[in-house]
């Protein structure tokens, strides 16, 4: 059973940068396409955003029109982790960044960026805080 693991939240100024990571264990990472999805402050869970994915194979990765620019997802198969690199941060990129796995032959060279149910595993949250 794959488990997921995220680290590296904290609190930056805006325009800074903070780089979390996502460490797996129990299956290799190789075999599944990875998400990050952030929860803002009063917002449900339902209502977690899909901010950056990466497909199984191939490295394909998508973004959401808000971080494009910004965010870089980067995984290392060799050491079981995918990393979100978050540059020129906002205060509106304030949340719990959540990674989330799926294996399936569909996402081997695509990813799914807004559907959250896609996922099959979850890891449990960073909290990533901009504020001056």
């Known amino acids: 059973q794959l488990q997921l693991v995220a680290s590296g939240g904290g609190l930056v100024q805006p325009g800074g940068s903070l780089s979390v990571s996502c460490v797996a264990s129990g299956s290799p990472l190789e075999d599944y396409a990875i998400g990050w999805f952030r929860q803002a402050p009063g917002k449900e869970h339902e209502e977690r955003e899909g901010v950056s994915c990466i497909s199984t194979v191939n490295n394909n990765t998508k973004y959401t029109d808000s971080v494009k620019g910004r965010f870089t997802i980067s995984r290392d198969n060799a050491k079981n982790t995918v990393y979100l690199q978050m540059n020129d941060l906002k205060t509106e990129d304030t949340a719990v960044y959540y990674c989330?796995?799926?294996?399936?032959?569909?996402?081997?060279?695509?990813?799914?960026?807004?559907?959250?149910?896609?996922?099959?595993?979850w890891g449990q949250g960073t909290q990533v805080t901009v504020s001056s």
């Open positions: 989330a796995a799926v294996r399936h032959l569909y996402y081997y060279v695509t990813c799914p960026l807004i559907t959250a149910d896609e996922y099959q595993h």
